[in-house]
């Protein structure tokens, strides 16, 4: 499996916008899927977004339309851009990757599928 360190989280105002990034460690990244999580206070981890190895991807309902997720194989560091962010959002992201996944089109979405993960970072979205 890969070490996974994220950063690029802190605070914003609701409405502003906010680019995680998580750093992988090893020169398999691109045979990898890789996943989203976050824990708000009190509340379980939930899944945010994936994608895949061959880069299709899917969005928890709540982000779409609003979070981008994204990878750049060649700096082994995947990447969640997120946009008009609300302080619903606030919560502990997590960066998780998997290299079980082989098919072209499935994305892994549950924590259970993921092997790797980072320590997370902190996003705080203030009204």
């Known amino acids: 499996q890969v070490q996974l360190v994220e950063s690029g989280g802190g605070l914003v105002q609701a409405g502003g916008s906010l680019r995680l990034s998580c750093a992988a460690s090893g020169r398999t990244f691109s045979t990898y899927a890789m996943g989203w999580f976050r824990r708000a206070p009190g509340k379980e981890r939930d899944f945010v977004a994936a994608i895949n190895w061959n880069s299709s991807t899917y969005y928890a309902d709540s982000v779409k339309g609003r979070f981008t997720i994204s990878r750049d194989n060649a700096k082994n560091t995947g990447y969640l851009q997120m946009n008009s962010l609300k302080p619903e959002d606030t919560a502990i992201y997590y960066c998780?990757?998997?290299?079980?996944?082989?098919?072209?089109?499935?994305?892994?979405?549950?924590?259970?599928?993921?092997?790797?993960w980072g320590l997370g970072t902190q996003v705080t979205v203030s009204s």
């Open positions: 998780a990757a998997d290299r079980t996944y082989t098919s072209r089109r499935y994305v892994p979405t549950t924590l259970a599928e993921f092997g790797s």
